[in-house]
């Protein structure tokens, strides 16, 4: 017994010894100072960057264990569960009314934004195809990335979604690339910006919605604010972040979060506040 204790206290301590060298640098710009913010569950801690300000999840997952996440556990319920024939036949029957995956303020944003019936879309993370399928039916020309195997087979079988596997797929260049609370997910979120910079024309722009990880919102709802970052979600984008990665790329940005204002989006100004749930990303390139 005193032995098998010994071996469990030996592993332990070794865990720990591991885990406190792991690599704490940046997911996004490799840089080395990042300061610890939260901790849960015991070892799991959220950091921020002190150089491009992006939160993140430590322990950091490598490219290979995010990929063989999503393709094997990762449930998220409506946004991950293919609903059955019969209740597919309600929800589009429905045009997704009265459901979490009701597009319409995206395609507000969209009109918002000057695009129109006609302009092409990349739908990056597409799940399995109610966002993209939505935009078709407003009359966009829409191809749909999922890195899913099932719930892209599922997206073009059941929802005739024009799926690519990879961004070289794509037939051309696109207008707009949409992504709906993807980035969170990425083990890096490069792996979008660099997709975006590859599918977009040069005068294309780059909408991406993400949980809202401004700072300030720890303040005002407190425990929620922690609840979003994790295994599900290793990356928290905070204002400052989206705007330096914009400004890194040579980009042009303004971002909103909800309740949107769509006369302000259409105008393009810069909001006055930055405290909804969710973060709005609007970048541009040449204009």
């Not at 094997?72 to 929800?91: H, M, V």
């Not at 000057?114 to 399928?133: T, V």
């Not at 099932?150 to 059941?158: F, L, N, S, T, W």
């Amino acid at each position: 017994m005193t032995t098998l204790y010994q071996s469990v206290a030996y592993l332990r301590h070794s865990a720990w010894r591991r885990l406190a060298r792991s690599d704490k640098a940046c997911p996004a710009c490799a840089a080395l100072d990042t300061r610890f913010i939260k901790r849960k569950h015991l070892v799991t801690e959220l950091r921020e960057c002190q150089s491009c300000y992006l939160r993140f999840r430590w322990p950091k997952d490598s490219a290979d264990e995010a990929h063989h996440f999503y393709q094997k556990d990762y449930s998220q319920g409506f946004t991950t569960d293919c609903p059955s024939d019969e209740r597919l036949a309600t929800l589009l029957a429905t045009d997704f009314r009265s459901t979490e995956k009701d597009y319409s303020p995206y395609l507000r944003v969209l009109e918002a934004l000057g695009l129109s019936a006609g302009s092409s879309i990349l739908d990056f993370g597409c799940s399995w195809g109610y966002g993209s399928w939505q935009l078709s039916k407003k009359g966009f020309c829409v191809y749909s990335h999922e890195i899913s195997a099932p719930r892209a087979r599922y997206a073009a079988e059941k929802l005739q979604c024009n799926m690519i596997g990879s961004i070289e797929d794509l037939p051309r260049k696109v207008d707009c690339f949409f992504s709906a609370h993807v980035i969170e997910h990425l083990p890096n979120p490069n792996l979008l910006w660099e997709a975006a910079l590859s599918a977009l024309k040069p005068d294309g722009m780059i909408v991406v919605a993400c949980p809202n990880g401004n700072p300030e919102r720890e303040n005002t709802i407190g425990f929620e604010y922690h609840r979003l970052w994790g295994k599900i979600h290793p990356l928290y984008i905070t204002p400052k972040y989206a705007l330096e990665a914009a400004r890194r790329k040579r980009l042009r940005s303004l971002l909103y979060s909800t309740p949107y204002d769509f006369s302000e989006i259409a105008a393009g100004q810069e909001t006055a506040s930055l405290a909804g749930d969710e973060l709005l990303i609007v970048a541009f390139g040449a204009r």
